[in-house]
């Protein structure tokens, strides 16, 4: 790989994260330092982010409404996360930032809202690669029409256009990923945006894996290339305590009732007549989390700081020396293709005659290396990349037989060269010797039982 002789074993990212070198026991009673290649589920903190929740607690305090010193700060810190927010995606000036607990949240708003519009528009087009976050929301709401995926899992335009004609008048809303959580396939969300606003459709991306890994800019309003609506979370984003953000315009959120009802939401109520805020408050019921977005609002800074295309670049540069060793591996089989897609850090594998769950557990008890398994809350996907139809998912799950899954490795901008070797050599381990392997974690003892979980 061009660069890896010069960068090996240095990461200038590495020092700006908290905890990259804890130690974590092995099944051996041994420690040795962690490595974390479970990034695509959650990031950990960074120090930036430690030090603001440490320097800003003291003056935590109610907002809005409280007239004291402490929650004037506090609400300040509040407002002040929208606009590092708009700035990170380049938003216009009258989006709505809407703080939500998660992606998931946000897209569940966004789909009450929907629901709520007044014409026939019942359509929703999704794909196949969605994350259950932009798939669930909208089946019980709107009939939802699913892109298909080509035979390596990325998104056919073709089948997208034709959904789009056939749909055309129709369609409240495209909601489609970012950046698949299964694969790391980028979208061209550009692209996405200019096909569905020449049929006159606004488009949702849900960016809880884009936004963490690439430069997004929403475009102007005006633009073909606009995304009217973007959601993401902050704890993919080195940032914790579970915050999020959905970002659109306000129109949507002032008709109807909002996804949540209580306090902070309403101007006025009596037992006959509610009058809401205007968004964002009308969506943001409740105290909010607000060590979350002062921790969200920090992150941000941080990567503008480091600057996402050189963020980028080395976890790209991680996943193509990691994916090259990875295909020199026996018994491997690899579920995503990076040379045939551009992608983020993630590499979706399975090896031959070891179930997944196993495979995480050796990882993890021998090495020390997290990594995740299953389906990653993207079944139908994974179904496909796998080979199995619904009926016969639907077969083993009335059987209660072993699902099957994939294992997921996924990089973050402090990972290092010297990680993936120790992971490499490792699953040469295991794949060297499967068998021993199996016994001992597959049937001796039941802390490391097969879990039917995906």
Same mark, same amino acid.
């Given at each position: ?24 026991? =092995? ?42 010193? @402490? ?29 939500? @607990? ?43 029409? !699913? ?9 056919? =335009?073709?089948?997208?256009?034709? @959904? ?19 694969? $790391? ?24 894996? =884009? ?6 800019? +929403? ?22 305590? *579970? ?18 009802? $209580? ?22 019921? *409740?105290?909010?989390? =607000? ?53 983020? $850090? ?7 005659? +070891? ?15 997290? +990594? ?8 139908? !996907?994974?179904?496909?990349?796998? *080979? ?51 016994? @001992? ?14």
């Amino acid at each position: 790989m061009p660069g890896y002789v010069q960068n090996k074993g240095t990461n200038r990212f590495r020092n700006m994260v908290v905890g990259v070198n804890a130690p974590v026991p =092995l099944d051996n009673g041994t420690y040795t330092t962690g490595i974390n290649f479970d990034n695509a589920a959650t990031t950990p903190a960074f120090v930036s982010v430690e030090k603001e929740i440490h320097d800003f607690l003291p003056w935590y305090s109610s907002i809005h409404r409280g007239k004291g010193y @402490k929650s004037v700060v506090s609400t300040d810190a509040y407002e002040a996360g929208r606009e590092v927010i708009r700035n990170y995606v380049r938003a216009g000036s009258d989006a709505a930032i809407i703080y939500t @607990k998660n992606t998931t949240e946000a897209i569940n708003l966004l789909a009450c809202a929907m629901k709520q519009q007044k014409d026939d528009r019942d359509t929703v087009i999704s794909t196949w690669m969605e994350h259950a976050a932009n798939d669930l929301p909208w089946r019980d709401k709107f009939r939802v029409e !699913y892109v298909e995926v080509d035979r390596y899992g990325r998104l056919d =335009l073709n089948d997208y256009e034709a @959904k789009l004609v056939k749909y055309r008048g129709k369609i409240r809303l495209v909601t489609v990923t970012g950046a698949a959580n299964v694969t $790391g396939y980028l979208n061209d969300i550009y692209q996405l945006a200019s096909m569905a606003h020449k049929y006159d459709t606004p488009i949702h991306v849900d960016g809880a894996q =884009l936004v963490p890994h690439v430069p997004t800019d +929403v475009r102007p309003a005006g633009s073909p290339e606009h995304i009217d609506y973007l959601s993401f979370s902050a704890h993919k984003l080195y940032a914790p305590f *579970g915050s999020g953000v959905l970002i659109g315009p306000k129109a949507p959120f002032e008709e109807g009732v909002p996804y949540c009802m $209580g306090g902070s939401a309403i101007k006025l109520v009596t037992h006959d007549r509610i009058w809401w805020e205007e968004p964002p408050a009308k969506c943001e019921a *409740g105290t909010p989390n =607000l060590m979350g977005i002062v921790a969200m609002a920090a992150a941000l800074k941080t990567m503008n700081k480091i600057g996402m295309q050189n963020a980028f670049e080395h976890e790209r540069s991680l996943l193509n020396y990691a994916y090259g060793q990875m295909c020199n591996i026996s018994d491997i089989q690899l579920y995503s293709h990076p040379d045939k897609q551009k992608s983020i $850090g993630v590499i979706p594998f399975t090896v031959e005659g +070891v179930h997944h769950s196993l495979i995480s557990a050796i990882l993890s008890y021998e090495a020390g290396i997290a +990594v995740r398994n299953g389906f990653f809350c993207a079944h139908p !996907y994974c179904e496909r990349l796998l *080979g199995y139809t619904a009926k016969q998912i639907e077969d083993i799950a009335e059987k209660n037989a072993l699902f099957p899954g994939l294992v997921r490795v996924s990089f973050g901008l402090y990972n290092t060269y010297g990680e993936i070797d120790k992971f490499i050599n490792f699953m040469h381990t295991i794949v060297d010797n499967k068998k021993f392997f199996i016994n @001992k974690y597959g049937n001796s003892r039941g802390l490391y039982n097969i879990k039917n979980e995906v």
